[in-house]
């Protein structure tokens, strides 16, 4: 049996171009990258993660010279949030990067084990998360489910 998967997006020219909250979880994850700790790849990388309540997590890439042991931006914040929320109900994670790794009009994309996490957080609640993510020149790619990025995830067929 065939059985075909339609992922959904859209791309603005400009993270200015959304609405004021999600400019400001754009905002606050490019803080967070800025903290980042990346003395290896100089990739910084920042995320934000809004849940229905309104509280906003941060998280930040954190390298280790005895790779791969370090982890994504992505996990930091979702796992900050199933450490200290977890009934919380996640809206958006964005994420955001500075750095030479990728060309500045490329949209920054979640790695494999990270989309699983997301994958994972969102089957958990039963409910969509939001996924912003910015491009170093602005663009901006908005996805507004997280399956979209992981077509079969594991555990989850």
Known sequence: MKHVHTIEYNIIEHFNQ???KDQELIELAYS???KAYAPYSNFHVGASVLLKTGEVFLG??????AYPSGL????VALFHVGATHPEGTIDTLVVVANGDLIKP???V???GACRQVIAESENRQKSPIRLI?????GRTFIFEKATDLLVFPFGMS
């Open 105 to 107: 009009e490329e949209c």
């Open 133 to 137: 993510l910015v491009a170093q020149n």
């Open 109 to 111: 994309s979640p790695c």
């Open 18 to 20: 959304l609405g004021e």
């Open 60 to 65: 930040n890439n954190q390298e280790n010279i």
């Open 32 to 34: 967070a990258a800025e």
């Open 72 to 75: 994504c931006a992505e996990r």
